[in-house]
């Protein structure tokens, strides 16, 4: 990544352009929204940064094919609850046929 210094004029309606190799860069990445750029005010300064389509969306290239899907957890924690709840129900069918 690359760093660069630039010193912008701000019109009197506040607009500022984000210098052409900065948004061609931008253009560059895919995850980006065209036309769309967060601002962050930090007090002393402001912070110009791309939005990205989603965060999620944005991380999925980055980790895919680590660890196990999301819904094959939500099934295996539904079959765990639902092999629980069997136990729990044959061991109290059989205490009462013992009483």
Known sequence: MSSSDYVMTVSGNGQVSIPAEVRARWRADARVVAGKVRIVDLGDRI???????????????????????????????????DEADSRKRTRGVSRRRTS
């Open 47 to 81: 912070v110009v940064a791309p939005v990205f389509e989603d965060p999620v969306s944005a991380l999925r290239g980055k980790y895919a094919g680590r660890g196990p899907r999301v819904d094959d957890a939500r099934r295996r924690g539904r079959r765990e609850e």
